[in-house]
């Protein structure tokens, strides 16, 4: 029986994805859930950018917070217990957060979507689904993406 499951957003389909079959699950076994979002503060290097770099990097917490205040409202809606954790980060991947977290909460299974990709674009792209597979200590649940005929 899980009864701490960990959730990352990030706004895109597969998240959302994840999120609901989380819901689903957590409605199942009385659990609650921690949705998770990394704010990732990518370093600009051009000088212009330098100046707007507060401006954006304001932009980023924002939108985050909005993303995981609509996230909880969703859970909330589902009569799940929930609570969330935005953390900040220069670069780098967000797997080595989720991990971290997981271990942290203590969480009894993370739950997230994947995207699926394959290839080159995994190699350029990374994937932080497969680093949390192969780094936590906690059961994962993938919840893939909409294949595309690109993958």
Known sequence: MYSNILVPIDGSDTANLGLGEAIKLAQDQGARLRLFHVVNELILTSYDAAFALPQVIDGLRAAGAALVEDA?????????????????????????????????????????????????????????????????????????????SHS
Do not use: N
């Open 72 to 148: 909880e409202a969703k859970v909330r809606r589902a009569g799940i217990e929930v609570d969330s954790l935005c953390k900040e980060s220069i670069g780098g991947q967000a797997g080595v957060h989720i991990v971290d977290q997981a271990t942290a909460w203590p969480a009894d299974l993370i739950v997230m979507g994947t995207h699926g990709r394959r290839g080159i674009r995994r190699m350029v792209m990374g994937s932080d689904a497969e680093y949390v597979v192969r780094h936590t200590p906690v059961p994962v649940l993938l919840i893939r993406g909409q294949a595309s």
